[in-house]
């Protein structure tokens, strides 16, 4: 199994950063290894959803159950793709008007040991980069 954890304290408010996880759909035009994504159902506090990777010329789709708390918390539980295992957690803590505390952790494992072995230090490091890559985005939408 591979995890990874990180806390940051960043100049955005917890309800920005919280819609921009939400925004799946937008997740091509920012996430470099993500190559599509779908809503397939959207509930008062869960949604389902298809994304597709793109890691290194390896390409895959998987579906998730996102379970949300309006500008909290998202818990993502895998629902079927190339993992057998995959949960993840955003949570937001707002400490001023534009300032909050984003937490983000993952575990997962590739269904199989060969995709395990080639995809998991590359989708481990696109891991690694996730709440940067959120960062920039919510800046980048501030100075438009």
Known sequence: MHCF???RVIDVSAQTMYNLVMD???YPAFVPWVSHTT???LGESELRAEVGIDLAGLKHAFKTIDRFTPNSRVEIELLSGPFRFLEST???EALAEKRCQVSFAIEFEFE???LD???SPL???ACKTMV???ERRAHSLEHK
């Open 112 to 114: 199989s040991a060969f």
């Open 5 to 7: 954890e990180e806390t």
């Open 123 to 125: 989708f481990g490091a």
């Open 132 to 134: 940067k890559t959120f």
């Open 39 to 41: 809503i397939l159902s």
């Open 90 to 92: 955003w949570s937001f």
């Open 117 to 119: 072995m080639v995809a």
């Open 24 to 26: 799946i759909e937008a």
